[in-house]
């Protein structure tokens, strides 16, 4: 396992922060790291992606921090130049993994069937993102899927919650989840850092009981 997922592992939650004010930036990680989870995959979604990574990789050097909804060879090379330490992309793009394992870029695509994992296995990955996890069968689908490939770990994204993160988490196939709900759109929009804070310490909280 790649260095920077074993981090991850450790973390065991990755807040998926959505920037469309670079200004936001910093205080949103610092509210992360605030809470316990230094931690976050920001999506190359908006404009304000690029230099949000910057930002957040030059003033707060203890962020894990990766690039989320990486479509394009392109965009990892911005996502990396820019500071971002892991690649996560929504779909299987050969092209992205391949770039990135021959470039030893850390990489988790997105998959939800078998056969996009074999795709995966074929790159020597063992790392993958289960997306949309809760639309696509949720925890149930991860443990099938598990069966016939027990050597793969997962990141599930997409309906976790705290309402249902336990479950996740007390999976042994589950290496981290992806999740927006402590840095919702509303919250960054309004500022309310205590508030993302305070999230990201409930969540941490979940994380060290499953610990133990």
Do not use: H
Not at 8 to 17: C, G, Q
Not at 23 to 34: E, G, R, T, W, Y
Not at 139 to 149: E, V
Not at 168 to 190: H, N, Q, R
Request: glycine share 8%; with cysteine; hydrophobic share 40%.
């Amino acid at each position: 396992m790649n260095p920077v997922f074993t981090q991850i592992e450790l973390n065991k939650v990755v807040p998926v922060v959505v920037l469309n004010d670079v200004n936001k930036a910093v205080p949103i990680a610092l509210s992360l790291i605030n809470g316990g989870i230094p931690c976050a995959e920001v999506t190359f979604r908006t404009e304000a992606a690029e230099e949000s990574i910057y930002e957040i990789s030059r003033r707060c050097p203890e962020m894990i921090l990766g690039a989320g909804t990486v479509l394009s060879v392109e965009q990892v090379d911005k996502a990396i130049g820019a500071g971002a330490r892991f690649i996560v992309s929504p779909g299987f793009n050969p092209k992205v993994v391949e770039y990135c394992m021959k470039n030893d870029y850390p990489v988790c695509p997105g998959i939800m069937t078998p056969t996009e994992l074999e795709m995966a296995l074929d790159f020597g990955l063992e790392l993958v993102k289960f997306f949309p996890a809760e639309n696509a069968g949720g925890l149930k689908m991860i443990k099938a899927l598990s069966a016939p490939y027990p050597m793969v770990k997962f990141m599930p994204t997409g309906g976790i919650s705290p309402s249902n993160l336990r479950d996740y988490l007390s999976c042994d196939k589950i290496l981290a989840c992806g999740g927006s709900w402590m840095v919702k759109k509303e919250l960054i929009e309004a500022g309310k850092y205590d508030e993302i804070e305070k999230l990201t310490k409930e969540a941490f909280e979940i994380v060290k009981e499953i610990r133990g």
